[in-house]
């Protein structure tokens, strides 16, 4: 179901839940809102999935019982927070993306953003727009693209090109209008990957940061770049370059991981270590025992699509099976008398 034709590129948050609304509705789904599975488990007596969920504040106990379960909860299910060095000593707030609400918290404040993914550049730009003065952690290679090309976003258009054109000539167009656009990003202290943006995507699962804003802010010094940290102090961060710098506060844009090894009862299909299917791209979607997952592929939306068509196609075709192997009702009520049925 596509977004409606009125929709501009990029809906507003109030578009989107009726989006959301419709589309539950057009399919009859009654989503349980305010509710978290806390396991789900395989009975092998009874041949189903048992999934137990609790309401928001811990209460209100409920068990579904399924044939066909699909983990659906993704690769950005909990924060990421890393172990600094120091960090029970330093006198500020420590705040995760996944808390981060708005930068009126910290205006006047000196920030530092940890992490340059899509997260910590527009909570950078936030800042700046709150008055705050933020410093962004760049330890490693990133590719930042235009959001926008030749009047088109850079996702779609990427998608389109991906369909006729293959995946190297894709990431070259990508980069010369990325250079034409924004000009050389080394000089900003952001290096490219050797790998361009898409190819990047698809072999480690790193997305390609889309630019709102933050590239001007730290051309016009709004925002600094600094290197790792090596350590915390009361009111200071030591980098790795050997320099101390004061802060008041510390955002942690270091992203998010998945969280089934928490919830789901199984040994084989998942790791783990990384919480994402064992099997390779592109069979990671199929369990034992009516087991599905969707959207752990690393490839982004078009990843989930296909899991979600193969996955959609097996139930489909299990249901029809075990439809067949039925035995109509009428000759199971009257096995005797049915000498008429097959
Ligand atoms: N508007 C949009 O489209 C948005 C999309 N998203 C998407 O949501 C997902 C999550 O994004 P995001 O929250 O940015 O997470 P990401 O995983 O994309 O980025 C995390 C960043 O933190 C860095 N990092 C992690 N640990 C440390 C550390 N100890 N010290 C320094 N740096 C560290 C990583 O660097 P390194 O590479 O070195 O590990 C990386 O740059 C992504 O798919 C993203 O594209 C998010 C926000 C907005
Ligand atoms: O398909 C997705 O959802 C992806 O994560 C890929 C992707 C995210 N942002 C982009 C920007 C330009 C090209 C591809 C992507």
Redesign the pocket.
Known sequence: MPFPNDFPTYPTKQQFIQYLEDYATKFDISPRFNEGVASAEFDSKLGFWRVRTTGAKGGDEMEYVCRWLIAATGE?AEAVV?KLEGMAEFGGPIRH?SLYKSGEEFRGKKVLV???????M?VCLDLCNHNARPSL?V??T?HVLPREMLGKSTFGLSMLLLKWLPIRLVDRLLLVVSRLLLGNTSRLGLDRPKLGPLELKNLSG??PV?DVGTLAKIKSGDIEVRP??KRLKCHAIEFINGRTENFDAIVL????RSNVPIWLKEGDMFSKEDGLPRKPFPNGWKGECGLYAVGFTKRGILGATMDAKRIAEDIERCWKAEAKHCTPFKGSLFPLSSSSSP
């Open positions: 950005n890393p993306t940890v992490g340059c993914g899509n997260s910590g527009e952690v330890r490693d990133v790193k997305t889309l790792a940290i844009a270091t992203g998010y």
